[in-house]
């Protein structure tokens, strides 16, 4: 498996930097930003330059009152559906205020409205950082704007993008149409950037289905000649990869060393695009070839292929076995559909073989399942099946699952003895499960109560001004999962906890049951679902974070609820969108640091270090601990936190040297910035690096 170079130290993590919307898009103080919410602060000011922030004020803050001008000032209302099919009534924009068209272009216009462009709302990660160059990519509705950082200190841009990316919707989606936005489908639901072989690409995820890439050199390219020549880009970048999956697209996937796309869709299938290795960087010529250029191959849950997903008729083993020959020597390029007789599918992560070839696909569906599907092989390779651990609540109350990654062996980080290096609490404060399948956990809710600087009350909560929330009491999120009848640990037989810093092993020593409900008893005695290289799988809930299993004798998960949790009343949302947007659906994964960014929606950040104890030092063999919880309690406390929903966070290596010219610039890097962009347009920014002298993540 991979070994990346890493620091082994303490974490640094920066004071945060704001930099708000008003003086990004050079927009007059008297103009609301839709979203955007005013504080008055003693001893701060906010003007044209980035707030003066007086950390030593002791004073309370004046909340705003409330009024409907926190809302978006939008008109016209209209019900815009979750991904998991909740809907809720917000405010809609007229496409006459703003400054982005079809085109995504900005109209020149300093001081006014038309200088702010509108976002896709409800979506999931709209931002990223290219991981070779120096340029900051972010999806307002159905345009990309990409632009470079001008401060390696503030991650300061200018007014308007050098780039914006415009790809037009592909003849499938017309079809399709639209989920969350039925009027104009054609909207970025999801942004990532990957490696695809030798090459980092921007890989999109449509309302419409569309599936497109670009290969980020392209977009350096073009950037350095407008930067150099002081002109806006006249031909610009074109994707070279341009898909439909049938259906709104979510979850997006790229694997590097087995040239792989992979992207989830609202038909609870995953559509993994496989291209021929003919040496050659793929390029797409619509005019030489069919629009169908994959040969498509579907399989269904029990991992059977058949011709079409409604046909009942499967190949002959003989068959098969000759088609999985034919497949494997990628001589043609092949889409394989992954069905699953699950719910929508937000998020996915590939897993390897022992060679570090892609093996399977992991995906998680909204109602909190796992499903662990075999790639390359066409018959009895059924679908494994990992039930959500809250499985006792009703389907209403049942926290949803919005995130998942398969983290290998190296990217966590050797610990001490310490069971608090480790998973973040002292052992007495540790709770011991085992569900009544045999599923084993150690349960760290109580880790958050350590983390420093942590906010643990809502900012409008801790200054009496529970006024500014609406109350909505057809909401599922916040409010409704907390009585402690609804823990996720129920179910669980608790052990008594050791008194000592040595868990002992024979606390969770029983074997497990299997692991997932088949669907078919013909295949229930299948092994154990083990991920052949060893990696472990994390699940991220609306606010839990999961280690699972990794399915061998004596092992354990870990499950910390309530990470990004913040007391408030119940039933209680923001007037700007009316329903809950808890969801840690944003996850970030930063091998050299060891770290997962997990972000919700709701504007809270995660950093999350991987842990990985001392062989036999604990029941667990890897665990996780949150070091810290973005915006922090001081932040909050000068208003540095925007009280409107996250937009996207976007993580990547500090630029070492010229910030324009910097395909080397990243190269040994041991430092990353990380940039929180809400709805509002504010963006946050923090510098993240590891100490090589000790084990914690710590902020500059």
Request: charged share 25%; glycine share 6%.
């Amino acid at each position: 498996m991979a070994e990346y170079p890493r620091s082994s130290g303490k974490l640094h993590v920066s004071k945060g930097h704001l930099e708000c919307g008003h003086k990004r898009h050079h927009v007059s103080c008297t103009i609301r930003i839709p979203f955007e919410a005013h504080y008055s602060i003693p001893g701060s000011y906010v003007g044209d330059d980035s707030p003066v922030i007086n950390t030593n004020s002791h004073e309370s803050i004046a909340w705003p009152a409330s009024d409907a001008d926190d809302m978006d000032p939008d008109p016209v209302e209209g019900s815009i559906p979750d991904v998991d099919g909740a809907t809720w009534t917000e405010t809609a924009g007229d496409d006459d205020d703003t400054s982005q068209g079809t085109t995504g272009e900005f109209v020149s216009n300093p001081g006014g409205a038309r200088n702010i462009p509108r976002i896709a709302k409800w979506r999931l990660n709209l931002t990223a950082l290219s991981q070779v160059h120096n340029i900051y990519m972010v999806a307002y509705r159905n345009s990309i704007m990409v632009s470079r950082p001008s401060s390696c200190v503030t991650s300061a841009f200018a007014v308007f993008p050098t780039l914006v990316l415009d790809p037009p919707a592909s003849e499938a989606s017309q079809e399709v149409g639209g989920y969350m936005d039925t009027e104009f489908p054609h909207q970025v639901n999801r942004l990532i950037v990957g490696d695809l072989g030798h090459e980092e690409i921007l890989l999109l995820a449509y309302d419409d289905g569309d599936i497109i890439a670009y290969y980020t050199r392209h977009i350096e390219s073009e950037m350095q000649r407008c930067e150099e020549g002081g002109r806006r880009a006249k031909i610009l970048p074109q994707p070279f990869f341009h898909e439909n999956v049938g259906m709104t697209a979510w979850g997006l996937a790229v694997h590097k060393e087995s040239r792989l796309i992979a992207a989830s869709c609202n038909l609870s299938n995953v559509s993994v695009f496989a291209f021929a290795l003919a040496g050659e960087s793929y390029e797409h010529d619509k005019e030489t070839y069919p629009a169908k250029f994959f040969t498509t191959i579907w399989k269904d849950a029990y991992g059977d292929m058949t011709a079409e997903p409604a046909d009942c008729e499967f190949l002959s083993e003989s068959k098969a076995s000759s088609l999985e020959s034919i497949v494997h020597r990628r001589d043609i390029n092949w889409r394989i559909v992954l069905q699953t007789s699950g719910d929508n599918i937000p998020n996915i992560s590939f897993s390897d073989d022992e060679d570090g070839k892609a093996d399977k696909i992991v995906a998680v569906d909204i109602m909190g399942d796992l499903w662990i599907m075999d790639i390359w092989h066409l018959v009895r390779h059924p679908h494994v099946k990992l039930e959500k651990i809250h499985w006792r609540f009703d389907h209403w109350h049942s926290p949803r699952g919005w995130g998942v990654l398969v983290l290998p062996e190296s990217s966590f980080l050797p610990t001490d003895e310490s069971f608090m290096d480790s998973v973040g609490l002292p052992p007495q404060e540790a709770i011991y499960i085992t569900d009544n399948t045999g599923r084993q956990w150690i349960d760290t809710s109580d880790s958050i109560l350590h983390v420093q600087d942590n906010s643990i009350e809502h900012p409008w909560v801790r200054h009496d001004r529970e006024d500014l929330f609406e109350i909505n009491p057809h909401d599922a999120g916040n409010g409704s999962r907390h009585l402690p009848e609804l823990s996720w640990r129920d179910f669980a037989a608790v052990a008594e906890v050791p008194a000592c810093n040595m868990v002992d092993k024979s606390l969770l020593s029983q074997p497990k049951a299997a692991v997932g409900r088949i669907q078919s008893d013909a295949i229930a005695s299948q092994p154990k679902p083990v991920l052949k290289d060893g990696s472990s799988i994390l699940r991220t809930y609306e606010l839990d974070i999961e280690l699972c299993h990794r399915f061998q004798e004596g092992g354990s998960g870990v499950m910390c609820e309530g990470a990004i949790d913040q007391d408030r009343p119940s039933h209680s949302v923001l007037r700007s969108v009316m329903a809950s947007c808890e969801r840690l659906a944003n996850l970030a994964h930063v091998p050299e640091l060891s770290l997962v960014v997990a972000g919700s929606m709701c504007g809270r950040v995660a950093l999350v270090t991987l842990t990985r104890p001392a062989e036999g030092a604990y029941s667990f063999d890897r665990g996780f601990k949150i070091e810290a919880i973005l915006p922090r309690k001081s932040e909050e406390e000068v208003c540095m936190r925007p009280m409107c929903p996250l937009l996207g966070l976007a993580v990547g290596p500090m630029p070492r040297s010229d910030v324009r010219r910097s395909s080397n610039a990243h190269h040994g890097s041991k430092r990353y910035r990380l940039m929180l962009h809400y709805y509002d347009l504010t963006i946050l920014s923090y510098e993240l690096s590891r100490d090589p002298v000790d084990n914690h993540l710590s902020f500059f």
